[in-house]
């Protein structure tokens, strides 16, 4: 067993020796609170589905790990350990145009997955790497999903305008407004404006939530 980087809800993520190569190993393990049957079904599919997910995120042009090995049996994945620093231990520190640049290459990134039905399902800055090359890597596609609609699209930037604004407090406004310019130069005029209208009526709901 390598070194334990992440012990999530679904799975744990490992860097480890594989092949002579640096890897990351994802394991899923058994859920005693679920019906063993119905546990190795959940497992194998949510297996499945992230490779699958990653894959379509490449072809859309959106830079994600090298995927190596996919072992259904036991519910693991062998990817790629992507060589870089997380954006979230470098986006307080650096100027405010490092910063601003960096959003809106993430607003690309962002827009490129929309545009292609792919919701990420966890943006935030701890599952985005900064290579050395200076390209944004997207990791974690475990909650991911396909899907064109305007609400999927909204609850995934408010998700991450909410992961912003709780690590990156300060500078929550200029890294979201940045996001969205980059956003808009793939998606377009019309469908930012319908995503920012979406964002701004999860964001009611959540008051209203909130206040009952």
Known sequence: MGILIKK??????YMEEWCGRKVIFKRRYPKKYRIPELDKILQIRRTKHEPQMIHKAKEAGVPTPIIFLVDLEEA???MEFVEGVRIKEILNEISSEERVKICREIGKLVGKLHKNGIIHGDLTTSNMILTPHGSIVLIDFGLSEQSFEVEARGVDLHLMRRALAS???KYVNECFN?????YREIMGDDATMEVLDKI???????RYVARR
């Open 8 to 13: 999530g809800a679904e799975a744990s993520i």
């Open 76 to 78: 693991t994945i062998v």
């Open 167 to 169: 690590t990156h407090y």
């Open 178 to 182: 940045a996001v969205i310019e980059g």
């Open 200 to 206: 701004r009526e999860i964001e009611r709901r959540g």
